[in-house]
């Protein structure tokens, strides 16, 4: 019988691995290595890698991280992965940072800004080689502490308030603008917002793109129509709709929520109340996540390329491993708006 130790001794080696398919130990090395094997043909690549595959050979990443400095990991902060924004900007950062032999160590903060520096040291400590920020803070203690720690940050959805720390953000701007000059073109004149906190990058650049569009157009947006949430969830939007339709006995035409979530929560306060949408008011959200498309009636919403952020993040990520010095870079993706059932034509 095999004992376990036996078993643990009897690892396969990269010189196994070598002497199986016929070559060198350091042409094994290359191969096995991300990235290093640009000058070994490929069909020797390949056998070397068909051979370590059938003997069952397991890279040793602590050992590696040992000889190039590099664990090959780079860090993902998020508020929780169970929001729907994340997983597409995950999917698209690994698409990128996969193939070059990079894995993505994800991290929650739980809503929780004060353990956002606490997991920077964390990840610090397991030798991560970058650190992609996607939470709301946009303070500069994380920009000093990375700096200090010389690990590269890209922040992603948002930026940093000193702006020197590269990120990949949605056209926050461009999109609502597209959603209100939509509304305006159907028709819409008397028009609420459901804001977020105005220390939140992308919220205040919505907010920018709805005032900016509404007095291009001479539409008045009074304070009596404007409220703003705590925190952009479905809570919170319910609670906000509630404090808007109290102000006035007669409701708004359409409501512009900063996000799906707050939409969502909005449009449940609504119904409720006995209003039918869009018949007796209409609601717009921003992100389209899923299954805003299955709601009744199914939202309109203006469409963030999340897929398309992460990749733009995930090649920046590599520029700034490859040449650490490279200069802050603001990357902006445009967003899709998104027409459903959840808006009507005010001029039919």
Known sequence: MTSKSTKRNTRVKLKDVAAASGVHYSTVSRVMRPGSSGRISE???????EVARELGYRSNVVAASLRTNSTLTIGLIVHD???????????GIESILSPAGYSVLVANTGYNIDAELDIVDRMASHLVDGIFLATTRTEDPIVARCQDMSIPLISVLRQ????QTSAVVNDCFGGMQKLVQ???????????VILAPQNISTARERWDAIQTTLQVAGIPLPDHRITFVDEMTTEEGERAA?????????????IICVNDLVAVGAIRFCQAAGLRIPADISISGYNDIPLVDMIDPPLTTVRMRLGEIGKEAGTLMLAHLDQSDSPAQIIRVPSDLIVRGSLRDMKN
């Open 43 to 49: 069909a020797v690549a390949q056998r070397v890698r």
């Open 242 to 254: 509630s404090l808007l339709l109290a102000k006035t006995p007669q409701p708004p035409e359409l």
């Open 160 to 163: 940093t308030e000193s702006g």
């Open 182 to 192: 939509n509304v305006i073109a159907s028709g819409y004149r008397d028009i609420a």
């Open 81 to 91: 992965m169970s929001d729907p924004v994340y997983p597409p900007i995950l999917s």
